[in-house]
């Protein structure tokens, strides 16, 4: 029996181990300066030592990713019980959903910086003059970040969520329904319980994605300060290549956080009495 | 399970362990005919910036059909950013691999100096071009490349001058020094901004105005040292500062790159814009992304100007290939279509009295830009680039003095 | 449904369609316009030059490219996760929290901080370009597949298989006839989640595969770089969608036919029942 499991998962388990033991190991070591491009090795921890910037960059991400998360969950459970009943716009509802998430986060920061911005789309057709119009782009609070990160992740939630509820949700209400359960009650007690591992499970994802990913951040936020992975990438690409160990150092911690967070999530998801 | 895992630790291990295989490149001892010949039949990929659809045509319709006549096939590998072409070519490094799949990069002066930093490219083989005899050996812009010596490195292919633009519908009477510009700017809050340093756009803008606040480019060393930088920069941050408020967005945050600074300026939400590479704006008028009236600004004391090459990595395995696409680049035929506004319009990097008397008529005939100004106009007291070691010292100057201190 | 229910469900919905369609209006404006200036509500000219334009940008390899490596990722990264999840729910892993917790984490890493450090990995030990593409998409993907097959597999009532064995179908006919048709939303949302990682991603294709193949995302990435690209960059993103788009719309038309040929029940919630397809006639329940 325990032969067979190990077998299934061998295929992946291996092929993670691999990819995610060369490249987190080998950023480590850049981090600490054992690997580095230019001169000879010397082990230096001068990423890792706190700085005001890095401070103010992991404040930003936890931020902007739990703000689009929860956004992405609500809008994302409301769109998956929708499409897994029935009535009218369902179809295009789909349609929309299905649209949305095969968007790159690159082309959908672009697109929503067209839509938000100053001299946006939203401005132009609300008759709202640039200057008058609020900075949702590159502003002090970065609206246009989380709107962007909250709208593709809660078109995957949706589909991961009706997915997981397509095939047994319209029975288990319908059986509800007919013993007489109100709709809040039919809500409370049989779609939100049938929904939350998957829903949990696909805001998790959501949550730990939005953390390191930084197109978003990089098109759509201010200048200063910057989210975690913004940071990394501005270090990483700089002309010093002397900078490169502190740009893994910021990914490393970046990991650190994202994998904390997906542990807990994982934590959460097993006191849920569905998964096992 | 713990056998797996530990198996793998060992692999990363040993294969990222060793420190990268430093050591250049042989210098390149081949006669150019033997060269060509062992070019003929190499594929040669150029990594290039594909931003520009009218160098994207250029070198997909003009330049490879070109090579392939002499042999060699030319594709083309699009990248958002020179630097990616750069992190393939350092990886392929550490890996001590000579079989690498980036032939010849389009390098400006920061990325060529990064490259040199972790002796990534080939060296000693741009001299040994023939037609390099139509350069003058004597131009700065072209023996050094921000401060760095080219050293044979890479071969040039456009100068370019730092620009800035302006919508001459909004601004009737315009500057004329950047002093002027700093003055209308502070008379005209909210309609300028420059793009964030790191930004290369921005960048130039910051060591422009180091040489205004410093009084003029002579005052300025080319070469970097800690002494002058404390010296001369607690004033352009004090500029820059003071100048904050009177910005777009009241300086607190600026344009991620100059996309978005272009953009801003398309809108009609700035009255000026800036960039380094002008012969883009051709095309943007035309196809009416920036308005009709946008002209170009030229500064009495000048602006900076840099060239920007072909550079061939040490890690290249048909750099035969790369060295003749190079040279062929170089040619005065290449550089008189390419100079054409209709086809690119970049600035040509051969001496004209080096030149053929009916090379030098086919430049004369060139059509003029109804945007931008001749190169001879434009580069007039151009302003020598400092040295590649002052940019992330200005730029990481100021996120820290600047940007910070005005939140 | 009563009426102010009703009422509020259709607002719900509308307000749904345009959260969804808000983000994607500029792409299709900006894609049909020949003629954008300044800061009018909409483009002066319409027209089809940019889609043309992008014909010439090379668009239809970079389509067959993305293509290919969307296909192949799928290929492999689905059943991987599948098998994974279903070993986990079997519950016989002698270390499952650490199996889901290892399948989970590819999502916590920064992609170019793995691929810097992976790409001279993979190079020093001269694994070829494109194997070693696929294997880090593979692996960028198995988190995707794996939770959604665990989020299929808790729906999945192991009884079926159980009864049919009984019954005396072989295994093959229990995986064709039981496994995946109950478990068909689940897989094809996996193999859709695993194509599209492999349809957009760009630093692996461009960094791991050397630039050997130039997909759609770097087409995008390296056209959005340049000012003035947003009709060519929105033209480039419609045919990056359409696709997917389609293909999802296919296999939802799929799984809809699927679903509404299954028998009614009365009482008991239950799954449609494919085993009794199998080896009883029907009605025998």
């Known amino acids: 029996m325990d032969r067979r499991g190990a077998v299934l998962v061998a295929p992946a388990v291996v092929a993670v181990l691999f990819v995610l033991g060369a490249g987190l190991g080998s950023a480590v070591l850049q981090s600490v300066g054992l690997i580095p491009l230019v001169g000879d090795p010397a082990l230096q921890f001068t990423g890792y030592v706190g700085e005001r910037e890095v401070l103010a960059a992991v404040g930003l991400s936890l931020l902007i990713a739990s703000a689009s998360t929860s956004v992405a969950a609500l809008v994302g459970l409301s769109t998956a019980l929708l499409l897994v009943g029935s009535g009218r716009g369902r179809r295009m509802l789909a349609a929309l959903v299905t649209a949305s998430i095969p968007v790159p986060h690159l082309v959908g920061a672009a697109s929503v910086g067209l839509l938000l911005s100053d001299s946006g789309l939203m401005s132009r057709w609300l008759g709202v003059p640039a200057q008058a119009w609020p900075s949702l782009v590159a502003g002090a609070w970065p609206t246009a970040v989380i709107f962007e990160y909250a709208w593709k992740e809660s078109a995957f939630v949706a589909l991961v969520v009706s997915a997981s509820l397509a095939s047994r949700l319209p029975d288990y209400q319908e059986t509800a329904a007919l013993l007489g359960a109100r709709p809040w009650a039919r809500f409370r007690h049989v779609a939100l319980p049938l929904a939350t591992p998957a829903l949990l499970a696909a805001s998790a994802i959501a949550f730990v994605y939005t953390l390191g990913s930084y197109e978003v951040a990089w098109l759509l936020g201010a200048a200063y300060p910057e989210p975690l992975p913004v940071l990394s990438y501005r270090l990483f690409t700089s002309t010093d290549l002397t900078a490169r160990p502190d740009a893994m150092a910021v990914a490393v911690m970046t990991t650190v956080i994202a994998g904390s967070v997906a542990l807990t999530a994982l934590a959460l998801l097993r006191r849920t009495a569905a998964w096992r | 399970m713990r056998r797996v895992a530990s198996l793998t630790a060992g692999i990363v291990l040993v294969s990222a362990c060793a420190a990268p295989i430093s050591g250049s490149s042989e210098e390149t001892s081949d006669s150019w005919p033997e060269i060509r010949s062992k070019a003929r039949g190499q594929t040669v990929s150029l990594w290039m910036w594909g931003g520009d659809p009218q160098g994207n045509a250029y070198v997909d319709d003009v330049l490879a059909p070109a090579a392939r006549q002499a042999g060699v096939t030319l594709r083309r590998v699009p990248v958002a950013d020179t630097k990616e072409a750069l992190n393939r070519v350092l990886a392929e490094k550490q890996a001590g691999r000579s079989d690498g799949e980036v032939d010849l990069v389009w390098v400006n002066g920061d990325n060529f100096a990064t490259g040199v930093q972790a002796d990534a490219w080939r060296c000693g083989w741009s001299s040994a071009l023939p037609n390099m005899r139509f350069t003058d050996p004597d131009d700065p812009l072209l023996t050094e490349d921000f401060g760095m010596q080219v050293d044979g490195c890479e071969s040039p292919w456009h100068k370019a001058q730092f620009t800035l633009v302006y919508d001459s519908a909004r601004i009737t009477d315009p500057p004329g020094t950047m002093s002027e510009v700093l003055d209308w700017i502070e008379a005209n809050p909210g309609r300028f901004t420059y793009p964030a340093p790191p930004d290369f756009t921005g960048s130039v803008f910051v060591r422009q105005l180091l040489y205004t606040v410093s009084g003029g480019h002579e005052n300025v060393p080319a070469t970097f040292d800690q002494e002058t930088f404390d010296e001369l920069t607690p004033a352009l941050w004090q500029r820059l500062r003071d100048l904050a408020p009177s910005l777009w967005r009241n300086g607190r945050t600026y344009p991620r790159d100059s996309v978005a600074l272009d953009r801003l300026f398309a809108e009609g939400q700035l009255d000026m814009t800036m960039t380094y590479g002008p012969a883009t704006l051709t095309e943007l008028v035309e196809e009416g992304t920036f308005p009709p009236s946008t002209r170009v600004l030229p500064l009495e004391e000048g602006t900076v100007g840099n060239a920007s090459f072909l550079a061939i990595p040490a890690t290249s395995a048909d750099h035969a290939g790369a060295m003749l696409v190079a040279n062929l680049a170089l040619s005065p035929t290449q550089q008189r279509i390419k100079a054409d506004p209709r086809v690119w319009g970049q600035f040509t990097v051969l001496d004209e009295s080096r030149l053929s008397g009916r090379d030098k008529a086919d430049f004369d005939r060139l059509p003029d830009s109804p945007v931008v100004p001749s190169y001879t106009v434009l580069a007039r007291h151009a302003n020598p680039e400092l040295a590649s070691a002052w940019v992330p010292a200005l730029d990481e100057g100021w996120r820290r003095d600047v940007l910070a201190e005005v939140q | ?285």
């Open chain 3, 1 to 285: 449904m009563t009426t102010p229910l009703r009422t509020v469900r259709r607002t719900l919905v509308l307000l749904l369609l345009v959260w969804f369609a808000l983000p994607l209006a500029p792409l299709v404006l900006w894609a049909s316009s020949d003629t954008w200036r300044g800061a009018s509500p909409l483009p002066q000219e319409w027209g089809v030059q940019a889609f043309t334009a992008s014909l010439g940008d090379g668009v239809t390899s970079a389509l067959l490219g993305s293509l290919a490596i969307g296909v192949v990722v799928a290929a492999l990264a689905t059943p991987a996760g599948a098998m994974a999840a279903r070993a986990l729910r079997l519950g016989t892993l002698k270390r499952p929290r650490l199996v889901a917790s290892l399948l989970l984490a590819p999502v916590a890493l920064p992609p170019f901080a793995v691929v810097m450090g992976l790409d001279v990995v993979l190079l020093r030990l001269h694994v070829p370009a494109a194997l070693g593409v696929v294997l880090v998409l593979t692996v960028a993907a198995l988190p995707y597949t794996t939770y959604l097959m665990r989020a299929a597999y808790v729906a999945y009532d192991f009884d079926y298989e159980d009864e049919a064995r009984t019954l005396g179908a072989s295994d093959l006919a229990i995986w064709w006839r039981v496994r995946l048709p109950l478990l068909a939303p689940g897989i094809a949302g996996a193999t859709f989640l695993a194509f599209l990682v492999g349809w957009s991603d760009y630093i692996v294709t461009l960094l791991v595969g050397g630039g050997r193949l130039v997909t759609l995302p770097i087409l995008i990435a390296s056209t959005a770089s340049g000012t003035g690209s947003e009709p060519r960059v929105a033209a480039l993103s419609i045919a990056a969608l359409a696709p997917p788009t389609v293909a999802l719309a296919l296999a939802a038309l799929l799984r809809h036919r699927l679903l509404s040929a299954r028998p009614h029940t009365t009482g008991k919630p239950k799954a449609p029942s494919p085993v009794h397809a199998v080896t009883l006639p029907r009605g025998a329940t």
